[in-house]
């Protein structure tokens, strides 16, 4: 009688244990299984986040891309410009010297004819 107490005494600690060692079993899945629902979580948000990243790279290199264009169309607009710009100053200040030089010529002449209308006063009062 003794020994079988022990017995059923020795497997009710058995059971025991093991009644305990399957809790904390089921608990340590639990555990492992929100761990895993919770880095799904997280790997899927990377996905997410890296895929999102990708476009707006590839949209920011499109916008790069067109604003260069944009930038080598008002470039040459502004170079052709600049170009009419300078041919029409060259031609004021050709025109410019030209008239310098006219001036210059008519204010020659004028003098010229000054000095022939004193020869001519001269000659006139001498003559009288």
């Known amino acids: 009688q003794v020994k079988r107490q022990q017995k059923l005494d020795d497997h009710n600690v058995k059971v025991a244990r093991t009644t305990e060692s399957l809790r904390q079993c089921t608990e340590n899945l639990a555990e ?3 761990l895993t629902r919770s880095e799904a979580d997280r790997h899927q948000w990377a996905v997410t986040t ?10 920011t290199t499109e916008v790069w891309r067109e604003l260069e264009e944009d930038l080598r169309g008002l470039y040459k607009e502004v170079e052709a410009a600049s170009a009419v710009k300078q041919r029409a100053l060259l031609l004021l ?3 410019q010297q030209d008239l310098i030089a006219g001036a210059q010529e008519v204010g020659k ?13 001269s000659e006139g009062t001498s003559l009288q």
Do not use: P, W, Y
Not at 50 to 59: I, S
Not at 109 to 121: I, K, M, P
């Open 32 to 34: 492992v299984e929100e």
């Open 93 to 95: 200040t050709k025109r």
């Open 109 to 121: 002449r004028l003098e010229s004819q000054r000095h022939v209308l004193q020869d001519v006063v």
């Open 50 to 59: 890296f895929a999102n990243g990708t476009k707006v790279e590839h949209k």
